[in-house]
């Protein structure tokens, strides 16, 4: 009974996801109905204590890379660079090359160590753009960045900065470019597949007649400036905004140390305010590379961009709450299914499997896939099994940098179902709906899952590592 509560939540979310209902309501009724369901008396406090604890505590560390990189993306658009890097990228690859130009420019973004929820956020005005001009439909935008953003280079290339192949490395020893042949094996895997996907879409809509679209929600404005700036010029912010946040990355934990405090006032008694310096440096450091970013912009584009800056920067604002919100909420769900007993019960079942990097991947991807979360997902996985995935790949002589790659690659598999929070987001951001541009989405998902496996056989074919 205490797995079909949890599955029941799970399924009635995603069905909810699906149809279009708002997660920020649905989140909570689906989390506090399983509650209800396994333990009436604790709905009030695991709803004060866990989920709004888990919700509060995902906008106090992330809103303000929603906030800033909404209005970093909003002034790309404004500016008319997006526009000017669309331009260039018809004449470098051609009309016809616009999946792989947003891909491609995803991709160069998260490897670079910009958030994926920014790549969102600074990627679709181009996009939009290259689409339209393209005559590409608008519904296959957010498969094109779920595969340059969510998949390869977010867990699989190795070196890759973010967070889903760093959270390895604190339970194997290892470093961000374990396993670097079968990384790079699975990301070209990955890529091929997927752009052959994402044509073999295009080309069906070519031949059905299918254009752009209209009556769309979301749409970037058109550039009302002059003459469209040099695609070098249109470039440097992106480039800024991922080279100074290598540059934060180091140098945070240089001039803080482990720890940092403060008193908040001079006045009175109160206790000092103290921050770990590494659970938050990566967060500062994509804050101000955005901040870096956003003043780029206004100083290359000041005219074109403040005449329409209020305006623009509203509805910014308004995605960003909306993109925040619907995250925080899916967080504070995954938090409260973690914590009861039928996911204990999935947890248990999944550590049964025999082989080590079939029962890691399994495991992971199923986890990521309950929580809809890659990062929430792997930690739950490995702060609970890590020590028997350890042994059990030491008995058969597996090396901890493949326990690494597959643990990092499983996460960005079945993380990516209806209710996950970037999903949610990206959808919002493109002002799309589940219905509209899913199946791209989930088929994106599937090429990266049956690619972990590939890689398991890979490995134990070759000893490849």
């Not at 929603?66 to 004449?91: N, P, Y």
């Amino acid at each position: 009974m205490a797995l079909l509560i949890v599955l029941g939540a799970l399924s009635f979310l995603m069905v909810v996801a699906y149809r279009g209902h708002s997660v920020i309501l649905f989140a909570p009724v689906a989390a506090m109905g399983a509650v209800l369901l396994t333990d009436p008396s604790l709905v009030a406090p695991m709803f004060t204590g866990l989920f709004m604890d888990k919700m509060v505590g995902f906008l106090k560390l992330y809103f303000p890379v929603f906030l800033l990189g909404a209005v970093f993306g909003k002034l790309i658009e404004l500016s008319g660079f997006s526009r000017s890097i669309v331009a260039a990228t018809i004449r470098l690859f051609g009309p016809q090359r616009a999946l792989l130009s947003i891909v491609v420019v995803c991709a160069l973004l998260t490897y670079g160590g910009v958030s994926l929820f920014v790549v969102v956020f600074a990627v679709y005005p181009f996009a939009a753009e290259l689409f339209r001009q393209s005559d590409i439909p608008k519904r296959l935008i957010p498969g094109t960045i779920a595969l340059g953003a969510f998949t390869f280079t977010m867990m699989a290339l190795p070196g890759t900065p973010q967070i889903q192949n760093i959270i390895p490395t604190a339970f194997f020893g290892t470093d961000s470019w374990a396993a670097p042949v079968l990384g790079t094996i699975g990301s070209v895997l990955i890529f091929a597949f997927g752009m052959l996907y994402l044509e073999w879409r295009r080309r069906r809509a070519l031949a059905a007649g299918e254009g752009y679209g209209s009556e769309l929600r979301n749409e970037p404005e058109p550039f009302s400036g002059g003459r469209l700036a040099h695609p070098l010029v249109a470039l440097l912010p992106l480039v800024l905004v991922g080279v100074t946040n290598k540059v934060f990355t180091v140098l945070i934990p240089r001039l803080y140390g482990d720890s940092h405090s403060f008193m908040p006032s001079i006045m009175g008694e109160a206790a000092p305010v103290v921050q770990e310096v590494p659970r938050v440096a990566a967060i500062w450091a994509v804050q101000g590379a955005l901040l870096v970013g956003i003043l780029s912009v206004l100083v290359l584009a000041w005219r074109p961009v403040t005449e329409r800056f209020a305006e623009g920067t509203r509805a910014a604002i308004g995605g960003a709450l909306l993109a925040s919100m619907n995250t925080a909420s899916e967080y504070g769900f995954g938090a409260v299914i973690a914590a009861l007993p039928g996911f204990l019960l999935v947890a248990n079942a999944l550590n049964g499997i025999p082989d080590p990097l079939v029962n890691e991947a399994i495991t992971v991807t199923a986890l990521a896939g309950i929580t809809g979360s890659a990062s929430g997902g792997m930690s739950i996985a490995l702060a609970a099994m890590s020590d028997s995935f350890i042994a059990s790949a030491q008995a058969v002589g597996i090396p901890m940098e493949v326990l690494h790659r597959i643990a990092a690659m499983a996460s960005g598999g079945m993380d990516t179902l209806p209710h996950n929070g970037a999903v949610i987001t990206l959808l919002a951001v493109t002002g799309l709906t589940h219905r509209q541009s899913y199946a791209d989405i989930f088929a994106v998902t599937v090429i990266s899952t049956a690619t972990v496996f590939a890689v398991i056989g890979l490995f134990y074919l070759t000893g490849w590592t």
